[in-house]
């Protein structure tokens, strides 16, 4: 039931917000920028939650989230600040497909010409080559795919010496 429903989303957050809460991963003095927004008209932005933390665990320096989408607020964001990643989350594939303009849109606005877009969802799980199709640079199934992807397109930073 819509209830049910409700009810175990606000447990997902609770459990993510303690998970947020652990100790992070040592990060260089200039961390990695990551800006992270769901496709236009998306409702199922929980993922894209997941994502944010499990990035900041990592040590990257996190913008955006799941109120943020695709479209002129991102152009704005990533025009007035540099960020070395973007990644939008599509649930269906419909929406997936419809990144395509919404992709070099950012592209042009960035202030960042060598931006990576990586792109995750629902809407690629039925075929994880549609990213190529649109535009994005690379294709995460899942949270832990998406650091190593953002971290392959990126490049290693320096970490301090501990």
């Known amino acids: 039931t819509f209830l049910d429903v409700t009810v175990t989303l606000a447990r997902m957050h609770l459990l993510l917000h303690d998970f947020a809460k ?5 990060c260089s003095p200039d961390p990695c920028r990551i800006v992270l927004a769901s496709a236009p008209c998306e409702q199922h932005a929980f993922g894209v939650s ?7 665990f990592e040590g990257w320096s996190v913008t955006g989230g799941p109120s943020l989408q695709a479209g002129e607020e991102l152009e704005e964001l990533v025009s007035s600040q540099s960020f070395d990643v973007a990644g939008i ?14 992709i070099a849109d950012l592209r042009r606005a960035s202030s960042n010409p060598k931006i990576a877009v990586i792109v995750g969802g629902g ?3 039925h075929d994880p080559e549609l990213y190529r199709h649109i535009g994005a ?5 899942d949270a832990n795919a998406a650091v190593i992807t953002a ?6 930073r320096p970490r301090p010496p501990q």
């Open 123 to 125: 809407g690629f799980s």
């Open 89 to 102: 989350s599509a649930a269906t594939e419909d929406a997936a497909k419809a990144l395509e303009p919404k």
């Open 137 to 141: 640079d690379g294709c995460a199934a």
């Open 151 to 156: 971290r392959s397109l990126v490049g290693p």
């Open 22 to 26: 652990a100790e992070r991963s040592v």
């Open 50 to 56: 997941v994502v944010a933390k499990v990035f900041e």
